[in-house]
């Protein structure tokens, strides 16, 4: 193979590198123009398009801020009141302020008047205006003609004073009061000056232009000089606010130039990046080809001493590939070979180590696998099983090969959380839905047992933020060697049977278990019959048997399979025995509710749980069964109910929840009683009760709203005044000041 490799990979890579550039070049020339065109009219329409929509929102604002004030500020009702206008000044004054307030706020506003139909008078923000002497009265005729229309005038002259000389505004009429009053219109005039100014600020003169018509093609304003020459117009845009349309284009000459001197900046480029990589491929041929001919030779020497390869055949870059195409499979092949072996040595030997076996020889192959370094020593030992909290949403929510990335990235997790409380962590996977991890640490520098109740509390709290999934921990106690590790393991494995007792954050604790209490069935049946006992004498000293069975399945440690099981038996005790009371319970027992009842039962964490999902399902039943007990005699509960309610109306927290709490009844079960006893509704009942207290009060005292708003059982004097309002027909400002008398009590006649 006597071939100049200089002059082979020059002849073989040159040829398609001058190809390629000249069709790049060729290309680029073509494209630049085009390109460069498209990109000039979408910034130029974005450029309009934001003018446009910032003058559509300032006009937007000044429209919804003028009516805010308007619907805000009763002072403009009260002056198209001519009577009370002329009785009380001030209305005149704060409406004056308010315009002035609002001119003031927004630079657009030229100027803002108020025209009352009923004595033709002008307020501006001078003052008043007879309509003969009021300068704008030929706008405000038409205004009258077309009072329905709620847009914004085409550019017109208006002046306000009569020394002043005329302005261009475009104007906008509301209807008084809003929204379709009769008695008169609120008028905004927008100085088209102001307009121009903002969105001159916004547009670049020295390389673009804008016109700006009207709906009838006439120029409105344009940002080019007179006798400044014309420019191409890229782009039309409506305005649907004013119905004006905006034209935008480069001025001459700019476009052009702007791609002249792109053109010239990518045949600079080109030819430099030419002359770049012609030098390179020079400098890097010369510099590569002799490493190349004395691998190949090494190469070919090792093709010679093999048999049935076919070296004669293939030419040098084939010969390159198909060696190092082996010598990779190979090395691959090697290394995953080897780290299977390891992984499966290291699972043999953690379950060697959980059944007892292999414990002499542990040492030596956990560095032989690699799991500790020469020379680290351990004196502390414990056994963690991890358990995935619903499995079943679990497998159900994700594909098989998402379980398993998910498993694996736990595994990892856990054991470098376990890793920066300073210990060893060792972690396999030893049920579906379970893990087991083998944690030590040194005798002298650690407190083991605190680090594994803090790195378990971590850990839940990490793969619940971050997984999105439920982990519950139970822990072996401590050993002092490799060989008791299946003693530790066989205890956190008996101390998840007892997840509900000693669930405490999730973590289960070996140490916290009791000793053996012996055959407890009689006693806990005994328990249940005395609940039920309870239960159906109504007395309500139900709840107290049971908070004390539940004390002692916390002190007892029951499993997990028997503490449901002997729920599972209460139910069906009490099922027995209010079914054959009442045939309205036996729906509450049926098959589909025994069902929902036990799904829920079993997927509870902790006896705390557990207590507060078995007191609401037993104050359930406990309220069915009263009502139906007492539906014949409820009429003196009702009525103690209003005697109540009629002597704490002031309270805010008065409602049915209260109620309930207060009578030991459903909130329900207490506005059914009001509907069958009154025919109304509670909220209907304390309203109208607040309200004639409330009227007394305007009319005998001289109290504050905001006070007499506490005094009725309301926190602040808005949402007083909003109900008040409501039921009377007027504020309570009102009320007070027309001197009304308070109406018949009603509530205690109805009821």
Known sequence: MKKSWYRRMLLSYFPIFLFTITMLTFLSFLMVNELSNNETVKADRISTGYIIDTLSRSL????????EEIEKNNYYRQFMNVERTSENHDVTFEVVDSMRGLIANDSLIDSMYVYRIKDKQVLTRIGLVSWDDFADKKFLEQALEQSSYQGWSAIRPYHELSMETDKKVISMYKREPLPFGTDGLVVINVNFYAVERLIQSMKNDSVTFLHIRDKDGQLLFSTMSPGEEGGKVLNHVDMGVLGWTFESGIKAGQLFLWVSVISYVWVVIGVLTVLFAIIYILYITRKNYKPIRLMMNRIESIQLRSEGMGAGKMDELSLIDHTLENLIQQASDFEKQQQDHIL??????FFDLIRGEGAASAEERILKLKLLSAGTKLGQFSFIVVEIGQYGHFSSGFSVMDQHTLKFALSNVLQELAQDEGMFAWAEWIGESRMGIIVGADNEKLELKEHIRRFAEKGGVWVSDNLRMALTFGIGPIVEDWAPIH?????????MLHKLSLNKDAVVM???????AGNMSYKYLQMAADLVREFRLSTGNWR?????????????????????????TLMDMLGTE???????????FTAESAERWKQNVDHTMSLTELNGL???????????YVAFCETKNHHAMITEMK??????????????????????????????LFKEEFNMKFVDFIVQLRMEHAEVLLAETEDSVQSIALQVGYANSITFGRVFKKVSGVTPGDFRRLKLKPGKPSNNAGL
């Open 60 to 67: 937007r604002g000044i429209e919804t801020d003028v009516l």
């Open 344 to 349: 499966a040595g290291r699972r043999q030997l």
């Open 487 to 495: 003693v530790s393991y066989q205890a956190a494995v008996d101390a």
């Open 510 to 516: 070996s140490d916290d278990l009791p000793g053996q």
């Open 544 to 568: 107290e048997h049971l908070e004390k069975l539940f004390k002692s399945l916390e002190a007892d440690c029951l499993k997990d399979e028997d503490v449901r099981m002997l729920l599972q």
């Open 578 to 588: 209010l079914s054959s009371v009442a045939e309205v319970l036996h729906e509450h």
């Open 614 to 624: 078995v007191l609401d399902h037993l104050t359930e039943l406990y309220h069915h």
């Open 643 to 672: 005697t109540y309610i009629e002597q704490n109306f002031a309270n805010p927290d008065l409602s049915l929840k209260h109620l309930s709490d207060r009578f030991h009844i459903s909130g329900k079960y207490a506005s059914y």
